[in-house]
């Protein structure tokens, strides 16, 4: 199996070749899951039948992967004796982890399953751009790194970009296919109006947040992500919600706003980290 190497060639090329499969592989598993929301929300007694195919599905998966490592095997040895927990390695597994692991939750949860159409493509960069940047980081190449960063960036306002303008022009086309009803999906169109805006908004601080975290700087933004999630989006969408009960298309701003919250404070960091270097 070849190798790819993060550290050479041209860097928007490697960061595609990095991307796109991860991108296939979760848009696919996304669709997945909506199909069994679609199945268990339309057919009565069909969640049972849709929990079954979900097991199977995940065992089918779970027994190729593993029929494929055993055919191509590894890029180092890996024996039964590896399997074991290592007091040392665990501990800095949990440490470096769980900001990463709180911050995709709170983004998972704000999104919902917006996620699966606007939210995958600028969410899969990033995270190929935290991977590009911890190598490059580690072979100590911060022209390349900085290069990633900024490429993550722009392939990311590609989708964000196409994502917020078909919003603004044709939001009922995806808002329909969860349901027929013509109220809610009039209502969720005006929601999409403006929650869109938030696919631009977050293809700068993914990235951002994805620079940092392959620096090993794991801290800063699981800090900015609460702050604006229990600092600015709840409180915006509690208050928003008095206002006008009639419509969502005043709530569909929350998601934005409080991005523009995290946006600023990268910024500020960044200059920051930069000063002090």
Known sequence: MKELNLTQGSVPKVLLQFAVPFLI???????????????????????????????????????????????????????KRDIRLNRVLSKRVLTLGAPIALQDALINVSFLIIIVFAMLPPITISSAVATMTAQNY?????????????SGIGFALVFGLSACL??????????????????????????????????VIVSFVFCINSYFSGQGNLLFPMIHSLIATFLFRIPLSYWLSQIDSSSLFIMGFTPPISTVVSLLICIWYLRYSQKIK
């Open 138 to 150: 580690g072979a100590e190449l911060i022209q390349r790194m900085n290069k990633c960063f900024l």
């Open 166 to 199: 078909y919003s603004q022009f044709l939001p009922e086309t995806l808002t329909a296919f969860f349901t027929k009803d013509p109220a809610v999906v009039a209502m969720a169109a005006e929601y999409l109006r403006g929650y869109s805006i938030d696919c």
């Open 25 to 79: 592989a979760n848009a696919l598993q996304a669709l997945y899951g909506g199909a069994d929301l679609f199945v268990v929300g339309q057919y009565d007694d069909s969640a049972s039948v849709a929990a079954i195919a979900t097991v199977t599905a995940q065992g089918i998966s779970f027994a190729t992967a593993l029929g494929f490592l055993h055919r191509r095997g590894f890029h180092f040895e890996f024996t």
